[in-house]
């Protein structure tokens, strides 16, 4: 009888060892930090955050701003440098390091299906290789701003702003096949007294890709407190001007599957006050749908699925003073077009630029009371959460809108 209960004991273990064998790939599904990995700022140093697993410091600095991941996770580019950066790649998993072109700005993408970068410089487009980083061709002239088309095989672009005969020329939005020739897909109003733009932000494709949602800028300093939000149908017949907001670009973004597109609208360069999310389901017969309770500024958000997103919110805040309420994460559902908690910071501390990653179901955020920054990430209730990144750099505040592009950069 000895003998026979160890041999059940040895069954059972077998057996639960199968078992776990068989729910590891559904288990590491569903942590939030198992594929997740981020390049960070630290002191002006380059690291890696992967996963669950310890920190890598990948690049001494300083001066290290911008990283962005290629699409396979394989490369990373970043700026490096004060008045003048170098933009450079840093291959991860062997440490090479090679330079791009000096004197870039903080305009350049890697290609959605290759480890192709595209960057701008003295308003000229160039393609480069990763691994061929010294042989830049260039693309196209007089280019105000760009993205990549959803097939990688070319760019939609905003021509430069020119001053002719003391007028401002129209901008004409270009289609720049990688192969073949440029050709004009529309060109913008005429300036008025409603509609004055001199430029664009970068382009975003709706899911479907009939639509393309993209900014109209004014001059710097009316560009400062409103753009207009516009979009225009792929193929360049139809174009509508939806809305003013601020020229940040993660304050609008399409819905992973269908054409809604969410915003946060108003206008002034303050991001605590006069700040509404919004939602448009194109084609739509009506006005932009509001989500922002009166008395709330909105900061930020996420989509988390179709019909909810993860929104940076606050009381809003119109004096002068710096003693400003900070965010915290709600969730708003658009169907009720309700809100419901989802994070609490400690007092002095907010929470800012959510970011939503659909194959890990994460939910990923900064932290911050204004002097130092972590990381934080959870399941898509936000809860429970734990700190992923300690001590990140900061991002440049301006007028209450932290850019954390510049010193985090998070792969899913």
């Known amino acids: 009888m000895f003998t026979r209960t160890w041999r059940q004991k040895g069954r059972l273990v077998a057996?639960?060892?199968?078992?776990?064998?068989?729910?590891?790939?559904?288990?590491?599904a569903a942590s939030p930090k198992n594929a997740?990995?981020?390049?960070?700022?630290?002191?002006?140093?380059?690291?890696?955050?992967?996963?669950?697993?310890?920190?890598?410091?990948?690049?001494?600095?300083?001066?290290?701003?911008y990283p962005k991941w290629s699409f396979d996770g394989e490369w990373i580019a970043y700026l490096q440098g004060g008045e003048k950066p170098e933009l450079r790649l840093l291959h991860?998993?062997?440490?090479?390091?090679?330079?791009?072109?000096?004197?870039?700005?903080e305009?350049?993408?890697?290609?959605?299906?290759?480890?192709?970068?595209?960057?701008?410089?003295?308003?000229?487009?160039?393609?480069?290789?990763?691994?061929?980083?010294?042989?830049?061709?260039?693309?196209?002239?007089?280019?105000?701003?760009?993205?990549?088309?959803?097939?990688?095989?070319?760019?939609?672009?905003?021509?430069?702003?020119?001053?002719?005969?003391?007028?401002?020329?129209?901008?004409?939005?270009?289609?720049?096949?990688?192969?073949?020739?440029?050709?004009?897909?529309?060109?913008l109003p005429e300036m008025s007294d409603q509609f004055f733009a001199v430029g664009t932000s970068g382009f975003k494709?709706?899911?479907?890709?009939?639509?393309?949602?993209?900014?109209?800028?004014?001059?710097?300093?009316?560009?400062?407190?409103?753009n207009y939000l516009c979009l225009l149908s792929a193929d360049g017949a139809s174009f509508y001007q939806i809305d003013e907001?601020?020229?940040h670009a993660d304050w609008f973004q399409w819905a992973d599957r269908s054409d809604t597109l969410a915003f946060i609208s108003g206008v002034g360069r303050e991001a605590y006050s006069n700040k509404v999310l919004r939602t448009l389901r194109i084609p739509s017969n009506g006005k932009p749908k509001t989500h922002t309770p009166k008395g709330y500024a909105d900061r930020g958000f996420a989509w988390e699925e179709d019909g909810r997103l993860a929104v940076s919110?606050?009381?809003?805040?119109?004096?002068?003073?710096?003693?400003?309420?900070?965010?915290?994460?709600?969730?708003?559902?658009?169907?009720?077009?309700?809100s419901v908690g989802m994070t609490e910071p400690p007092q002095g501390f907010g929470d800012f630029s959510p970011q939503f990653f659909p194959r890990e179901q994460s939910l990923v955020w900064v932290r911050t009371n204004g002097k130092q920054?972590?990381?934080?990430?959870?399941?898509?209730?936000?809860?429970?959460?734990?700190?992923?990144?300690?001590?990140?750099?900061?991002?440049?505040?301006?007028?209450?809108?932290?850019?954390?592009?510049?010193?985090?950069a998070v792969h899913g």
């Not at 399941?379 to 510049?406: A, C, F, H, M």
Request: no cysteine; proline share 5%; charged share 25%.
């Open 107 to 187: 305009d350049f993408s890697w290609s959605p299906v290759r480890n192709e970068l595209a960057y701008r410089l003295d308003e000229k487009l160039y393609t480069v290789r990763a691994d061929k980083p010294d042989a830049p061709m260039e693309t196209a002239a007089g280019i105000g701003s760009f993205s990549w088309l959803p097939d990688g095989k070319g760019f939609i672009a905003s021509t430069a702003a020119r001053m002719v005969n003391e007028k401002w020329e129209r901008v004409r939005i270009l289609n720049i096949p990688l192969a073949g020739q440029v050709q004009t897909l529309y060109t």
């Open 205 to 226: 494709y709706s899911p479907s890709g009939k639509w393309i949602a993209f900014l109209a800028k004014p001059t710097a300093s009316l560009s400062a407190d409103g």
């Open 36 to 65: 997740l990995k981020a390049a960070f700022v630290r002191e002006g140093s380059l690291w890696l955050k992967s996963g669950g697993n310890g920190e890598r410091r990948l690049l001494q600095g300083p001066e290290i701003r």
């Open 245 to 247: 907001m601020l020229n």
């Open 313 to 338: 919110r606050a009381k809003e805040y119109s004096g002068e003073g710096t003693d400003r309420p900070l965010p915290r994460l709600v969730e708003v559902r658009l169907q009720s077009n309700k």
């Open 373 to 408: 920054a972590d990381v934080l990430t959870a399941g898509k209730t936000g809860k429970p959460s734990s700190v992923w990144i300690k001590n990140l750099d900061l991002g440049t505040d301006y007028y209450g809108y932290w850019n954390w592009d510049e010193v985090l």
């Open 92 to 105: 991860v998993s062997t440490g090479q390091q090679r330079l791009v072109a000096a004197g870039a700005g």
């Open 15 to 28: 057996l639960v060892v199968l078992l776990l064998l068989s729910l590891q790939p559904a288990l590491a």
